[in-house]
């Protein structure tokens, strides 16, 4: 069994000392002490240091243990370390600060070793849990490879890239994919639902006032309950993408090229990109609402497994 690394921090050498007897016959914890914030933090900055757990006194001259417990919580390589407050100090209003600031725990001085290793293999436990649940959630994204039907539906811009990131994943070549799927959710929202036109999104994006229009338009009444729906299809021979929107559709035609005359406009050449560099094919029905594009399955790699 492999040891989880425990880093000690406590201004006071009497307590490490304790401490470090406390964790004695612990043979699944190694134990890495130090007397102050500052060679706290220079130690969990350190790539050579993993450590599962920290033990922070509160009290401590120049960098408090409530100032590393806000470092660490702000760092994201570090905040889902579970930290573990231990103080002479209990009143109501000290101990809400630290919960608020991230603490695991509470250990209120003094207290009897078998309290706190208890607190600390449960805060292994509940790192370990949260641990397996993310290489559950990146396992499921993976295996959207075996998914062949789909239905999905948006409405904002947000959710749009959200989406984009999430069916790319299923797609034969995720990187490739991500960048057309965002830009056809995209322009049913603007163009298809908020019926944005070219030229008035030529002007917003100058004005870098784009996204501003979008919030409002978005909040309108008549805008507040259209949606874009996205319909994936896997076959033997690829990936079909359907997206609608509930607009008025546009005059697409002339957008499936890149036009030298709209070299200089600040958008314009979306489709003509995703058409060659993310899909096999595009093509739109309906007034325009409907777009459907295909990506070949590349020879060698299998559509469904």
């Keep these: 069994m492999s040891q989880a690394s425990v880093l000690v921090v406590d201004d006071e050498a009497i ?57 660490i919580k702000a760092d994201p390589r570090l905040a889902a370390i579970p930290v573990i407050m231990q103080t002479a100090a209990g009143s109501p209003e000290q101990i809400r600060e630290g919960l608020e600031a991230g603490a695991y725990y509470y250990l209120t001085k003094p207290y009897r070793r078998d309290g706190l290793l208890a607190i600390v293999h449960a805060a292994l436990a509940d790192a370990e849990t949260r641990d397996a649940l993310r290489k559950q959630l990146n396992q499921h994204v993976y295996s959207l490879k075996f998914m062949d039907q789909a239905e999905f539906s948006i409405r904002t811009v947000d959710e749009a890239a959200q989406l984009a990131s999430f069916v790319a994943h299923a797609c034969p070549v995720p990187d490739a994919a991500i960048m057309g799927i965002s830009e056809l959710l995209i322009n049913g929202i603007e163009h298809g639902n908020l019926g944005l036109t070219y030229s008035e999104k030529s002007a917003l994006k100058l004005s870098d006032k784009w996204q501003d229009e979008i919030e409002r338009r978005s909040k309108l009444p008549e805008n ?26 546009f005059d697409w035609q002339k957008y499936l090229e890149i036009d030298p005359a709209r070299a200089f406009d600040p958008n314009g050449r979306g489709i003509a990109l995703a058409r060659m560099l993310s899909f096999s094919s595009i093509r739109y029905e309906g007034c325009g609402n409907i777009a459907i594009a295909c990506i070949d399955a590349p020879e060698g790699i299998p559509t469904s497994e």
């Design 224 to 249: 507040t309950n259209k949606r874009v729906h996205l319909s994936f299809r896997r076959s033997e021979k690829g990936v079909e993408l359907v997206v609608r929107d509930e607009g008025q559709g």
């Design 15 to 71: 307590n490490l000392e304790i401490l470090s007897e406390y964790f004695e016959g612990e043979s699944n914890l190694a134990l890495h002490t130090t007397s102050n914030g500052e060679d706290a933090w220079a130690a969990l900055q350190n790539p050579d240091n993993s450590f599962q757990v920290v033990l922070l006194d509160r009290m401590m001259p120049g960098l408090d243990g409530i100032g590393l417990l806000k470092r």
